[in-house]
Nanobody, 128 residues
Framework: QVQLVESGGGLVQAGGSLRLSCAAS????????LGWFRQAPRKEREFVAA????????YYEDSVKGRFTISRDNAKNTLYLQMNSLKPEDTAVYYC?????????????????????WGQGTQVTVSS
């Protein structure tokens, strides 16, 4: 089992940046491929980014490509999401996720229903 705790959310103006962190306890994050999802009001939780358990393969939802960067620091047992050039449509609660078999698995439709471990979420609000 692994417990995930996100931090780093907040209120930022359009064009600004935030870095989200996801700290793990229990099993080490190096055991998992990891992902970030987000959920806006009245919308389904959607994939944002994922990173492979081993190696450097990363995956992004089309609307965040070139703006967001997912990374992991296994020594610190922490997952990150660097978000640049933020837009009002990025406003959502952001969740880190673990437990799927590969980074690519997070990109498959319906992956949010198969994720084993979720953090509690952190609110990101982008003002126009």
């Amino acid at each position: 089992q692994v417990q995930l705790v996100e931090s780093g959310g907040g209120l930022v103006q359009a064009g600004g940046s935030l870095r989200l962190s996801c700290a793990a306890s229990g099993r080490t994050l190096s055991s998992y491929a990891l992902g970030w999802f987000r959920q806006a009001p009245r919308k389904e939780r959607e994939f944002v980014a994922a990173i492979a358990r081993v190696g450097t393969a990363t995956y992004y939802e089309d609307s965040v490509k070139g703006r967001f960067t997912i990374s992991r620091d296994n020594a610190k047992n922490t997952l990150y999401l660097q978000m640049n050039s933020l837009k009002p449509e990025d406003t959502a609660v952001y969740y880190c996720a673990a437990g799927l078999e590969s980074g690519y698995a997070y990109t498959v439709p319906g992956a949010n229903r198969r994720v084993v471990y979720w953090g509690q979420g952190t609110q990101v609000t982008v003002s126009s």
